[in-house]
Protein backbone atom coordinates (compact mmCIF):
# COMPACT_ATOMS: atom_id res chain seq x y z
CA UNK A 1 0.00 0.00 0.00
CA UNK A 2 2.82 2.33 0.74
CA UNK A 3 6.42 1.43 -0.29
CA UNK A 4 9.41 3.71 1.26
CA UNK A 5 12.65 3.80 0.08
CA UNK A 6 16.16 5.20 1.49
CA UNK A 7 18.96 6.62 0.29
CA UNK A 8 21.55 8.76 1.00
CA UNK A 9 23.40 7.23 3.88
CA UNK A 10 27.54 6.36 4.04
CA UNK A 11 30.72 6.78 5.82
CA UNK A 12 31.39 10.60 7.15
CA UNK A 13 34.00 12.11 9.28
CA UNK A 14 32.84 12.85 12.65
CA UNK A 15 31.59 16.75 12.18
CA UNK A 16 31.01 15.82 8.68
CA UNK A 17 27.16 16.27 6.85
CA UNK A 18 25.13 13.77 5.22
CA UNK A 19 21.19 14.22 3.56
CA UNK A 20 19.28 11.48 3.78
CA UNK A 21 16.02 10.57 1.20
CA UNK A 22 12.79 8.94 1.70
CA UNK A 23 10.68 8.70 -1.55
CA UNK A 24 7.38 7.55 -0.84
CA UNK A 25 4.80 5.57 -3.25
CA UNK A 26 1.77 3.85 -3.29
CA UNK A 27 -1.76 5.01 -1.27
CA UNK A 28 0.34 8.17 0.62
CA UNK A 29 -3.04 10.33 0.58
CA UNK A 30 -4.01 9.69 3.88
CA UNK A 31 -0.52 9.76 5.42
CA UNK A 32 -0.79 12.06 8.65
CA UNK A 33 3.16 12.16 9.23
CA UNK A 34 6.24 10.79 8.39
CA UNK A 35 9.56 10.23 10.32
CA UNK A 36 13.09 9.38 10.67
CA UNK A 37 14.10 6.71 13.32
CA UNK A 38 17.39 5.09 13.94
CA UNK A 39 18.85 1.63 15.67
CA UNK A 40 22.41 0.56 16.30
CA UNK A 41 23.49 -2.59 17.20
CA UNK A 42 22.29 -4.14 20.72
CA UNK A 43 19.90 -0.27 21.07
CA UNK A 44 16.18 -0.57 20.35
CA UNK A 45 14.57 1.78 17.39
CA UNK A 46 14.38 5.19 18.39
CA UNK A 47 12.42 8.09 16.99
CA UNK A 48 15.08 10.72 15.56
CA UNK A 49 12.61 13.43 13.67
CA UNK A 50 9.16 13.90 13.27
CA UNK A 51 6.80 16.13 10.81
CA UNK A 52 3.12 16.13 10.00
CA UNK A 53 1.23 16.65 7.92
CA UNK A 54 0.73 20.66 8.66
CA UNK A 55 4.36 21.00 8.48
CA UNK A 56 5.19 20.70 11.97
CA UNK A 57 8.34 19.31 13.10
CA UNK A 58 10.07 17.73 16.45
CA UNK A 59 13.53 16.04 17.10
CA UNK A 60 15.30 14.14 19.90
CA UNK A 61 17.14 16.03 22.59
CA UNK A 62 20.35 14.42 21.20
CA UNK A 63 19.59 15.85 17.62
CA UNK A 64 18.43 19.09 18.13
CA UNK A 65 20.12 21.87 16.37
CA UNK A 66 21.99 19.35 14.30
CA UNK A 67 19.37 17.73 12.05
CA UNK A 68 16.76 19.19 9.88
CA UNK A 69 13.76 16.85 8.57
CA UNK A 70 12.05 18.59 5.77
CA UNK A 71 9.59 17.18 2.67
CA UNK A 72 9.23 18.16 -1.18
CA UNK A 73 5.48 17.43 -1.19
CA UNK A 74 6.31 17.42 -5.19
CA UNK A 75 8.25 14.49 -5.35
CA UNK A 76 6.65 12.84 -2.37
CA UNK A 77 9.96 12.76 -0.61
CA UNK A 78 10.85 13.78 2.90
CA UNK A 79 15.13 14.26 3.90
CA UNK A 80 17.07 14.38 6.70
CA UNK A 81 19.95 16.74 6.69
CA UNK A 82 22.34 15.96 9.37
CA UNK A 83 24.76 17.96 10.28
CA UNK A 84 28.11 17.75 12.96
CA UNK A 85 27.89 14.35 13.28
CA UNK A 86 29.06 12.12 15.94
CA UNK A 87 30.11 8.69 16.57
CA UNK A 88 27.01 8.15 18.40
CA UNK A 89 24.69 8.93 15.08
CA UNK A 90 26.24 5.89 13.49
CA UNK A 91 22.82 3.41 13.06
CA UNK A 92 20.98 2.54 10.60
CA UNK A 93 18.10 4.88 9.75
CA UNK A 94 14.72 3.79 8.57
CA UNK A 95 12.07 6.08 7.14
CA UNK A 96 8.53 5.99 8.55
CA UNK A 97 5.01 6.36 7.49
CA UNK A 98 2.26 6.89 9.58
CA UNK A 99 -1.79 6.63 8.97
CA UNK A 100 -4.14 6.94 11.78
CA UNK A 101 -7.09 5.01 11.95
CA UNK A 102 -9.87 4.98 13.77
CA UNK A 103 -8.85 1.98 15.86
CA UNK A 104 -5.69 2.19 15.84
CA UNK A 105 -2.57 3.09 13.27
CA UNK A 106 -0.68 1.66 10.38
CA UNK A 107 2.77 1.76 9.98
CA UNK A 108 5.57 1.30 7.16
CA UNK A 109 9.12 1.35 6.95
CA UNK A 110 12.05 1.56 4.67
CA UNK A 111 14.67 -0.96 4.53
CA UNK A 112 17.07 1.54 6.18
CA UNK A 113 19.73 3.23 4.80
CA UNK A 114 23.51 3.05 7.51
CA UNK A 115 24.98 5.61 8.76
CA UNK A 116 28.51 5.37 9.54
CA UNK A 117 30.49 8.26 11.72
CA UNK A 118 33.77 7.38 12.16
CA UNK A 119 37.45 8.93 11.71
Known amino acids: QVQLVESGGGLVQPGGSLRLSCAAS????????MGWYRQAPGKQRELVAI???????GYADSVKGRFTISRDNAKNTVHLQMNSLKPEDTAAYYC?????????????WGQGTQVTVSS
Open 96 to 108: NARRIIVLGQNDY
Open 26 to 33: GSIATINA
Open 51 to 57: ITKDGST
